[in-house]
């Protein structure tokens, strides 16, 4: 375990974090806002430890196998939720420093649950930051870390990329990390702004645009306003959020081919036709079924979003789902727990692991009929390593596992059974809101502070994918040998 290499990493995150929160400080100078002074005192503490770790442990190299890469992703994303929460635990705005954490966690994981019954009671500068932890953790911090630092930027600390991104299969797109990671975050900003703009074209002022697209990009789903998307009474700014939640879904890869003008390679990709496939019979089966609530349009245009909003993780809302039909709620908890693609911002347990499960079935049950044959498994018509099949099918037994815990120790507060299973889902797969005490227009205030714990976990795990996470509860992980 490169530990050096690690408290160096950990070092450069304080000093992102103390640079990134000062968007507060901006916009709370701009609206006349004593937690301007929060944001800035958390900043200045977060930015000089930060420098600390790196000039007195700097490494003498900085190679990262596996067991090192998992640890400093795992370690650098917890503690950008602690420094993150100061700021809403200082100014008293979130009294709590577990209610502020958690909220900080659902922020950078991209989860978007919330503990707050008044959004609206946040001061300008807090809304911010809680929008831009979305964004921040959308694309990643470490892919950030890679794109802006030279050291880390060798092809050697793949291990820190495949820690944090999000999916079974880690392409080498370019020669260089460092490149492939300037080169998403490229991609992020564009269709960040992209977003922005056509928001303002909509009525939203700067703020309640700024605001929206970065919860959109990071598909995360925190509102400004106590009613969440529906504040926006608007088709036109609606449809953009959906466009958009549902453009966040994509796999990356098939932007980056989009710009290499490899547009037939674009068109390969099994997963994005998967995607597009699942939302397209889920918005139909929804529309379809809740036209004796709303006008046809409404039904359309109520399906379209939420279907978006819930596959992409986003977790924006427009309406109590509750009062849908059965059959809408049970296609909502399924989309929760597909989610959207990998190499995308969105959480869940990702439609590329589905689609090797699947394949897997298929193949043994063909060697059951014909047990002579060879038979192999492929994505987007190449043959998929053993190793990927193998990490896959323990994912799925880790996932279950997971749930399975964290949804027994979440009962003991005695919910119903449908708001305890779907808040689980809901933390777990990064989605946000969840049916029943826990939808769109409910939150997690009343849960205990074991359940909130257990739900920071879950939403970390979720983000992280499991491995990194545990790798740190492994006593073998920091031995020397």
């Not at 929060?38 to 503490?45: A, H, I, P, R």
């Not at 870390?145 to 999916?167: D, H």
């Not at 099949?389 to 880790?398: D, F």
Request: proline share 3%.
């Amino acid at each position: 375990m490169n530990k050096r290499s690690i408290i160096y990493i950990l070092g450069w995150v304080l000093i992102v974090d103390a640079v990134a929160m000062q968007i507060g400080t901006i916009t709370s100078l701009i609206y006349g806002e004593k937690e301007a002074w929060y944001f800035v005192l958390t900043g200045v503490v977060s930015a000089i430890l930060g420098v600390l770790a790196i000039k007195v442990k700097k490494p003498k190299n900085m190679v990262l196998y596996q067991k090192a890469g998992f640890a400093s992703t795992a370690l650098s994303w917890i503690l950008l939720s602690l420094v993150g929460c100061m700021p809403f635990w200082l100014s008293g705005e979130i009294p709590s420093f577990i209610d502020a954490f958690y909220e900080t966690v659902s922020g950078i994981t991209t989860t978007g649950a919330t503990i707050l019954n008044d959004v609206e009671a946040l001061s300008k500068g807090m809304l911010m930051w809680r929008s831009f932890l979305h964004w921040l953790g959308g694309m990643g911090v470490i892919v950030f870390l890679l794109a802006i630092i030279p050291k880390l930027g060798g092809q050697q600390n793949i291990f820190l990329m495949k820690a944090e991104s999000p999916g079974p299969i880690i392409g080498k797109a370019v020669p260089r990390m460092r490149n492939y990671a300037t080169m998403l975050y490229g991609i992020y900003i564009t269709l960040t702004a992209l977003e922005f703009i056509l928001l303002l074209f909509g009525g939203l002022n700067v703020f309640e645009a700024i605001n929206t697209s970065f919860s959109t990009a990071g598909t995360g789903g925190f509102g400004i306003y106590n009613s969440n998307a529906a504040a926006f009474d608007s088709y036109y700014v609606q449809t953009v959020i959906a466009v958009f939640m549902l453009l966040f879904g994509i796999n990356f890869s098939v932007y980056l081919c989009l710009i290499a003008r490899k547009f037939k390679q674009s068109l390969k990709f099994e997963e994005l036709w998967i995607y597009l496939g699942i939302v397209a019979v889920s918005t139909a089966i929804i529309a379809f079924n809740i036209s004796s609530i709303y006008k046809p349009y409404d039904a359309f245009h109520q399906s379209f979003f939420y279907v978006s909003s819930i596959i992409s993780t986003t977790g924006f809302g427009l309406t109590d789902v509750n009062k849908w039909p059965e059959l809408s709620k049970t296609v909502i908890i399924i989309l929760t727990f597909i989610g959207a693609s990998a190499g995308s911002t969105g959480g869940g347990f990702k439609i590329s692991r589905i689609i090797l499960l699947f394949k897997e079935v298929r193949k043994e049950f063909s060697l059951l009929v014909h047990p002579r044959n060879v038979k192999l498994v492929k994505m987007d018509g190449k043959a998929v390593n053993h190793d990927i099949m193998r990490t896959t099918s323990m994912y799925l037994v880790l996932y279950i596992g997971v749930f399975a815990i964290s949804f027994l120790l979440v009962s003991i507060d005695n919910m119903d059974f449908t708001t305890s299973f779907t808040a689980v889902a809901a933390n777990l797969n990064n989605t946000g809101p969840g049916l029943g005490a826990v939808g769109p227009v409910g939150n997690y205030a009343d849960f205990s502070i074991l359940s909130k714990i257990v739900f920071i976990f879950d939403m970390l795990a979720g983000r992280l994918e499991i491995y990194p996470l545990l790798l740190l509860f492994a006593p073998s992980a920091w031995k020397k040998s």
